[in-house]
């Protein structure tokens, strides 16, 4: 059992049902599932505290605990655990597409003119109901181009064209769309949406694919880590990642990048990971 606070479903006042006997709380609970109806929900350590993560509209999340206008939830995504608004919260659903485009609009109607009514990113879930025109039909009556989606399941085949689809994002500290982004939420997305598990935080990532021996030239996909940082390789001189040196979703020679961050005082790589099934 983990005691990671952002990977264990309790807080000490409830804990997930999975946990009786293992961690102390004052009641044990089943939680129930619910799901973000904001374009962007802030994940955060503490009711009213810092922003840990981001959650998407129409991700699934366990609710565990409502107090004081804030939800303690477990994220379907990958299982992070901290607090969203309530208001950020709607019904249940099972979502049957994903957000496949940078970014995307849902309309009032099938009609491109109208105002929207709100700006999603990729990685944002959606249950579709059927189609008008070039329009998609979501289960709570808005429409998004139907070219924007993509069947859960039918997942991008390149994490790094689609890390590259967020090229000139704002930096974030703890950002998760393409309104802003930061280093290990640029992964997460481009691994999630080639349907490839990946945790939240850079740490938590270096658990990923197989350890890269310093001899061995870095090729497309691999990821490299620093402490309390992780870019993806383009290829074996080129990387991208979301870094607060541009404050900004950029390329960067891998050289350069290694110099660069071992002279602002931020040492060198921690490690080198490749992820199986890639193609380079």
Not at 198 to 208: A, F, I, K, N, V
Not at 242 to 264: K, P
């Amino acid at each position: 059992m983990t005691s990671d606070r952002r990977l264990l479903p309790a807080n000490g006042r409830v804990a997930h049902v999975s946990l009786r006997g293992k961690v102390a709380a004052e009641t044990y609970v089943e939680g129930s599932q619910a799901r973000i109806v904001q374009p962007v929900a802030d994940l955060l350590a503490a009711p009213g505290g810092p922003r840990d993560r981001q959650l998407l509209w129409g991700e699934g999340v366990l609710v565990l605990d409502r107090a004081g206008g804030h939800a303690f939830v477990r994220s379907d995504r990958d299982g992070y655990c901290g607090y969203v608004a309530e208001s950020a919260l709607g019904p249940a659903w099972r979502p049957t597409h994903w957000v496949s485009a940078p970014a995307t609009h849902l309309y009032p109607s099938p009609d491109m003119k109208r105002r929207e009514v709100a700006c999603i990113s990729l990685g944002a879930r959606l249950q579709i109901t059927g189609r008008e025109g070039g329009f998609a039909r979501s289960l709570d009556g808005l429409f998004v181009p139907a070219q924007h989606l993509r069947e859960l399941g039918a997942w991008a085949d390149d994490p790094v064209r689609v890390a590259a689809s967020f090229l000139g994002t704002p930096y974030l500290w703890g950002g998760n769309s393409r309104q802003g982004i930061d280093c290990s939420g640029l992964v997460q997305a481009a691994l999630t949406a080639c349907g490839i598990a990946c945790p939240g935080d850079s740490d938590l990532q270096q658990m990923l694919g197989d350890p890269l021996p310093e001899d061995v030239p870095m090729t497309r996909g691999d990821l490299i880590f620093w402490k309390g940082h992780v870019a993806m390789a383009v290829s074996g001189t080129l990387l991208i990642h979301a870094n607060a040196h541009r404050m900004a979703v950029t390329h960067e020679g891998i050289d350069e990048a290694i110099a660069r961050i071992e002279a602002q005082g931020e040492g060198r790589p921690t490690s080198r990971r490749r992820l199986s099934g890639l193609s380079s």
